[in-house]
Each structure stands twice: as C-alpha cells, then as structure tokens.
C-alpha cells in the first residue's frame, strides 16, 4: 500500500492560472479559492493515477506485511529514505539505507542478512517525474484544466432526467506518451 507523506509543495497550476481558466473573476473569496485549489489537486491526482507515475516531488510511503529482498515503490523514486520494520518484540527498527540500492527507480533491493522477523515494513521515499512544476509537460497541464473545468461546468455526474459521460478519447492522448509501463 501507497501513502503520500508529503504532497509537492507547488502545483503545476496556479491558482491564477485555474481562475483564468475557469473565467473566474480575481475577486478574492477564501471559499470558492479553496475550491479550486482542492480542483487542482484532485486533478493532479487523477492524473497521477493514470500515468502510474507521481508528477512533481513529493514523499511517500510504502508499507508491506513483511521484508523482502525486492519491493515495487513507485515510478520515478529519486531516493530512498528510510526503512523501518517492527522486530519480534513489536519495537520499531530501522534497516540501514547502506543495504538497500534503487533498480530502474521503480523497485526497492535489499541486500546482506535481513532480519526474518521483521514485520510492518515501512519505506519512505521520494519520488517525481519533474523537477518543478514548470518542467510539467503542456499537455499534461491542458489535460488538468479541462478535468478541472468539468468538474467547474458539471457539478453532478448523474441528474434525474440526464447521466453525463465526459469524452476521453482527446484527453486520453494528451496523456497517453507520459504513461508509465508495469515493470
């Protein structure tokens, strides 16, 4: 199981820029702000999901029942930061980082004697495809405003007299070159 520890600290978008999008006025309304900022977010994620891979660096953690001498992470993994696992007696531990080494920034391999009664394996690491959020490739930047301005324009997916479904097949291929493949 994936969790992010800590989210990039910049967004890809702006808020300025989301407003413009939206054909927000720049008044400033704290609630509607937040709004947008959330839409940014939940953009950037679903996006994230998509292409397998985190777009902009953040920490995260994996968690695994046991340890073992290779653990899938995640895409694009800039660096490992700690491993931590429960010993028999439920203490916390923490494996050297000297035993692990990075394979195609995707997997975690461990080397040398690993404890076999290690439990509650926690890896923390950080990961992102780019280095900043000007680096975020245009069309992946298009491919966020316009789920963003759906979300704006159609606040339900199901009324009572309609069910709306949102054409992919122009948002698919703006994305489809920066999908990252199952290792």
Same mark, same amino acid.
């Not at 407003?19 to 609630?31: G, S």
């Given at each position: 199981? $994936?969790?992010?520890?800590?989210?990039?600290?910049?967004?890809?978008?702006?808020?300025?820029?989301?407003? $413009?999008?939206?054909?927000?006025?720049?008044?400033?309304?704290?609630?509607?702000?937040?709004?947008?900022?959330?839409?940014?977010?939940?953009?950037?994620?679903?996006?994230? !999901?998509?292409?397998?891979?985190?777009?902009?660096? %953040?920490? *995260?953690?994996?968690?695994?029942?046991?340890?073992?001498?290779?653990?899938?992470?995640?895409?694009?993994?800039?660096?490992?930061? #700690?491993?931590?696992?429960?010993?028999?007696?439920?203490?916390?531990?923490?494996? +050297?980082?000297? %035993? *692990?080494?990075?394979?195609?920034?995707?997997?975690?391999?461990?080397? !040398?004697?690993?404890?076999?009664?290690?439990? #509650?394996?926690?890896? $923390?690491?950080? *990961?992102?495809?780019?280095?900043?959020?000007?680096?975020? +490739?245009? #069309?992946?930047?298009?491919?966020?405003?316009?789920?963003? !301005?759906?979300?704006?324009?159609?606040?339900?997916?199901?009324?009572?007299?309609?069910?709306?479904?949102?054409?992919? #097949?122009?948002?698919?291929?703006?994305?489809?070159?920066?999908?990252?493949?199952?290792?």
């Amino acid at each position: 199981m $994936r969790a992010v520890i800590t989210p990039p600290v910049e967004e890809a978008i702006s808020l300025e820029r989301a407003k $413009r999008h939206l054909l927000i006025d720049d008044e400033a309304d704290e609630d509607i702000d937040q709004d947008i900022r959330d839409g940014i977010v939940a953009a950037r994620e679903d996006l994230e !999901g998509r292409l397998r891979r985190p777009l902009l660096p %953040q920490v *995260c953690e994996v968690r695994a029942i046991a340890l073992e001498r290779r653990l899938r992470l995640w895409n694009d993994v800039i660096e490992v930061m #700690s491993i931590m696992y429960a010993d028999a007696d439920g203490n916390d531990q923490v494996l +050297p980082i000297e %035993q *692990c080494r990075l394979e195609l920034g995707v997997w975690l391999r461990l080397a !040398g004697d690993l404890p076999r009664d290690a439990t #509650s394996v926690r890896v $923390r690491f950080r *990961c992102g495809a780019f280095a900043q959020p000007a680096d975020v +490739p245009r #069309s992946l930047v298009q491919w966020m405003l316009l789920h963003l !301005g759906t979300g704006d324009r159609i606040r339900q997916l199901v009324t009572r007299t309609e069910t709306f479904d949102v054409p992919t #097949s122009y948002t698919d291929r703006l994305i489809h070159r920066y999908e990252a493949a199952e290792i």
